[in-house]
């Protein structure tokens, strides 16, 4: 078996330890090994539990609301997004996929505009590539349709909607309804602009919600009581001049997950969307250690609670050995980027099977 060596993340910390792996499975231990190919600070990779990358191939404006932008149905996004060819579509998100496999990125959770036809599309850019969406698709027209949802539902994971002020909550209702019976996973935008009924919402059965921007107290401690995550996206928020209401989430003991959102306004980048969080809360707030968990361990739970997948990223998943100095392994990953990720990383297996510690 290969053996790469260093300071490993485990679980909120760094330890002297090392990964052997092959095809079959990957194996790590404690202390260093003199026998490894490579030497470095090994994290897993990246979860982005939020990305829209159905509008990457528009041009970033330099301005604009939410309702100008990106709202449904009729922002410059969802206007261009009616326009635009397969090809040019399928081309741009492909390139986009590409680049979050090279900077350290093994799945995805995309809320994909478009109906079955851009769930079609998101497959077709993905397919080949080393990195793996999980796609919650959304019906056209932000309204339920028991015909459309039959057909979208055996392709996607789940159903991820923009927000109930944007839906009939009837429809809204039974397209969560539809949803979990065909054994599948919904989730939606919440309190983005302005606060929504969260007791309505939880009664969707959400296992994420997205943003939470203008959430109360008591809206965040529902969510923790009803062990619902919140994904935040630092960088679009700040672009739209807002920002997510951290230090009242992390007291009422929410578990916060990272996503890079609008693919037309940030890149889907988890080194500098890990970088914008650790900008907006202070170490008195939360240490390194604590925001490591909400960037790779909140992850990969909210990845294993989606219905189907099976707890596909169990354990410690595909890792990334970084060229960085050993001291302070927090701050170094922090100020990493992809070119600091050593070629070790994507060579052996595409995919870690067992994982065991010795």
């Known amino acids: 078996m290969a053996c790469v060596t260093g300071l490993v993340y485990r679980e909120g910390e760094f330890i002297e330890g090392y990964v052997e792996f092959d095809n079959e499975k990957t194996v790590f231990g404690d202390g260093i090994r003199k026998d490894s190919i490579a030497k470095g600070i090994i994290i897993p990779k990246f979860v982005n539990c939020h990305t829209h990358l159905g509008d990457v191939f528009i041009q970033k404006p330099e301005g604009g609301s939410i309702e100008e932008l990106v709202a449904p149905p009729n922002s410059l996004k969802h206007r261009m997004l ?198 907006l809360l202070s170490e008195e707030a939360v240490s390194d250690a604590g925001l490591f968990d909400m960037v790779f361990d909140n992850g990969r739970k909210a990845l294993n609670s989606i219905l189907g997948l099976g707890g596909e990223v169990s354990g410690y998943p595909e890792f990334l050995v970084l060229d960085r100095p050993l001291e302070n392994p927090y701050k170094q990953v922090l100020q990493a980027s992809a070119e600091n990720i050593h070629p070790i990383s994507y060579l052996g297996k595409e995919e870690c099977g067992d994982t065991l510690w010795k």
């Not at 807002?242 to 889907?268: F, K, Q, S």
Request: net charge negative.
């Open 82 to 279: 009616r326009q635009v060819s397969e090809e040019e579509q399928v081309t741009a998100m492909r390139q986009a996929i590409m680049g979050m496999a090279r900077s350290g990125i093994s799945h995805f959770i995309d809320f994909r505009e478009g109906g079955l036809e851009g769930a079609k599309r998101l497959l077709k850019a993905a397919m080949g590539i080393d990195i793996k969406p999980t796609v919650f698709g959304r019906p056209v027209g932000e309204k339920y349709d028991k015909t459309e949802m039959a057909s979208l539902l055996p392709i996607v994971d789940g159903i991820g909607v923009s927000a109930l002020v944007d839906w009939d909550y009837e429809g809204l209702r039974l397209t969560s309804e539809h949803t979990r019976k065909a054994g599948k996973t919904f989730a939606l935008h919440c309190s983005e602009l302005v606060r929504e009924d969260l007791e309505v919402i939880l009664g969707l059965k959400p296992a994420f919600l997205v943003h939470m921007i203008e959430a109360t107290d008591s809206d965040l401690e529902a969510c923790t009581a009803g062990n619902v995550p919140i994904v935040i996206c630092p960088t679009v928020n700040s672009f739209f001049g807002i920002r997510p209401p951290l230090e009242r989430m992390i007291r009422a003991g929410v578990r916060i997950c990272l996503g890079t959102d609008n693919a037309m306004l940030a890149p889907p980048d988890m080194f500098s969307e890990m970088r914008a969080l650790r900008s």
